[in-house]
């Protein structure tokens, strides 16, 4: 009755390319893009930098607010 089932292994990958729910597994690498690299974090300068702006802007916003 389960000799079907014998010769049926699961643990190997079945040899025309579909997986355990009927669909096809296909990878082409030649179309795939390349990874993206990541982009490198901001240097210590430009993050001073914004800083110092960010806070001149603040500073004189309120130095506005407070003389109206």
Not at 5 to 17: H, I, K, M, T, V
Request: hydrophobic share 45%; with cysteine; net charge negative.
């Amino acid at each position: 009755m389960n000799a079907g089932l014998a010769d049926n292994d699961q643990s190997q990958p079945s040899q025309d390319g579909c997986d355990y729910f009927g669909g096809s597994i296909v990878v082409n690498i030649e179309n795939n893009p390349p990874l993206p690299l990541r982009s490198s974090p901001p240097r210590m300068s430009i993050i001073v930098l914004r800083f110092v702006v960010l806070l001149f802007v603040m500073v004189t916003l309120m130095a506005l607010a407070w003389n109206n």
